[in-house]
């Protein structure tokens, strides 16, 4: 028994990195953390919570605003706006699929869903909340939060941890299974055009699947240097070492242009791409990619071919009910 | 028959103007312009219009941001937040039941939701597009805009004309039916309390049901001076009269102050209160209200009595499904 698994995990290392990828089909279902099992109560009062923006300082900026669930789970800006118009320098990772990436943020200064969502709320420039007590006394003001918490999460239930709790199980409903890219994974040769599996054949041939493998093509949580090859040009186009990804955060020299390997899911969806959103086609960001990790110059075939297999990458998208927000009762919250 | 019509008529007038006031309840559906027939097709392509924040300059602001269908039908602020964090001076009315208001915004300015629809997109302050041009410059090249429209209007037609259309087509849908009051009035005693009775009787008998009158209290269209009895105290608090209403557009001195009369459906949701949004609670709405317009002060009890009526005016409102905005190709917006 033990000789055959660790014969299986050398297929799968060698796998890992020989041209033949271990192609995966998405999971339809996301493992919840044993102090945060699923519930209808608790995904539907996160479901309110992700989509109120009374849950900012000035009423007008929800988790939705930015990680837009009617698109492609961001905004498709370079930056997101903020509470009083403000920008930061990073682009939105999309909420879809965020449940099967093993850190959050584009630093990956969070370890899961639940301390992803403490974030925002009180950034001074994303919802502008003053504290987390704020938060908590102003839910407390609306007669229907304390109804849908209780219901959740029992008596006197207001927390910011079970807020916190409340949108990481809903987020973990945002799933979107079923692309082209599955079906074909699962079988069904007829799903990927003759180009898209050229396409595909090439991002495992070129490397691509190298960092970005795994059902979500998100590396399974791993960090690589962005841009490993530092190319002048490309450099004063697009600021790109201007952010230093995880050592902004450890402040160690080691980490500097460090960034979580963000999921290729819905890519199609979330233009401009990079970090700082800096480059507006999806084009031009495989060219991008080829040249500043892989040192290599693509065609406009191989390009194209690149681009028609990460359309293949988008799925289904769960039809939702809006959610109804409980009633600020009689009285503005700001 | 004449005479039989003419003594309904001046029955009906007489009992507008008397105590024993008309209650109707809400109706189910709304009329549809003859040149504006609703298809599920229409309503789905406004649904998607309404919610999708590209038709803002900064893609940041939809219909939906300051007229939220998951709340009230409106932003629970004094004054919406528009591009750029603008402000403007009016309070946003809520789009709930906005079909049966004979005409829009708070001066009046737009006979139909159509026309309604056309202005805020191309507001500097609002959502700050440069010209109806540029919208549909942009929606060309969101390729399922070109479908959606396509199968609500037929061939090339992405146009100010059409979008307007298929935004108040949806807005004809969002009709919020049986509240208590509804109930109560179709027959169902039990649907008031005692107190929310009284509160009815009182409202009636004040006068206020001379303006607010009609199935959605909103004087079908009529429009009223506000305040009509000048008060020092309450001016120098809530700053009515900075505002001048109609005369802000017809530059008349006769409509100085003059507002549309707007809905008391909901109008527990719709914090704060007034054109200015310069009232935060709902008894202090209806106590300057009463001090205003009728000259009155109201005791606590018949301030609590008429709070308690208005809770009843609260509809259901309908289950909805979030709309997948056509997405952004491959490239940002703006």
Redesign the interface.
């Known amino acids: 028994m033990l000789k055959i698994r660790s014969l299986v995990t050398a297929v799968a290392l060698l796998g890992s990195m020989s041209v033949a990828n271990a192609w995966e089909a998405l999971p339809t279902q996301a493992a919840e953390p044993a102090d945060n099992p699923s519930t209808p109560e608790k995904i539907e009062l996160g479901k309110q919570l992700y989509?109120?923006?009374?849950l900012s300082s000035?009423?007008?900026v929800a988790c939705a605003?930015c990680h837009?669930?009617?698109?492609?789970g961001e905004?498709?800006?370079?930056n997101s706006?903020g509470?009083?118009?403000q920008t930061g320098g990073r682009s939105a990772p999309t909420v879809w699929n965020s449940a099967f990436n093993k850190v959050q943020f584009w630093d990956g200064r969070a370890a899961t869903l639940e301390a992803q969502a403490a974030g925002p709320v009180t950034n001074p420039i994303e919802m502008g909340m003053k504290s987390w007590d704020d938060v908590v006394a102003r839910l407390k003001t609306i007669n229907g939060y304390e109804v849908a918490f209780k219901e959740a999460f029992g008596e006197n239930a207001i927390t910011k941890e079970n807020a916190t709790k409340a949108i990481a199980a809903y987020e973990r409903t945002l799933i979107t299974p079923n692309s082209p890219y599955d079906k074909f994974v699962k079988g069904d040769k007829s799903a990927l055009s003759a180009q898209q599996i050229r396409g595909m054949e090439k991002a495992a041939e070129l490397g691509c699947t190298s960092c970005h493998s795994g059902a979500a093509f998100n590396g399974a949580g791993t960090f690589q240097k962005f841009p490993t090859i530092s190319d002048g040009f490309l450099e004063a186009k697009y600021h790109f070492t201007k952010d230093k990804g995880v050592a902004e955060v450890s402040k160690k020299a080691e980490d500097e242009h460090f960034f979580k390997v963000p999921t290729l899911r819905n890519v199609?969806?979330t233009?401009?791409y990079f970090h700082n959103?800096s480059v507006?086609?999806?084009?031009e960001a495989v060219k991008v990619m080829a040249k500043v990790q892989l040192g290599k110059d693509l065609s406009k075939d191989e390009t194209d071919d690149i681009?028609a297999f990460l359309n293949a990458l988008?799925g289904e998208?769960p039809?939702?009910?809006?959610?109804?927000?409980p009633?600020?009762?009689?009285?503005?919250?700001?």
Chains 1, 2 share one sequence.
């Open positions: 989509h109120d923006p009374r000035t009423g007008t605003s837009n669930t009617m698109l492609g905004d498709n800006r370079p706006v509470v009083g118009a199609a969806l233009a401009p959103g507006a086609t999806l084009e681009v988008t998208f039809k939702q009910t809006m959610p109804t927000l009633a600020t009762s009689g009285k503005t919250v700001n």
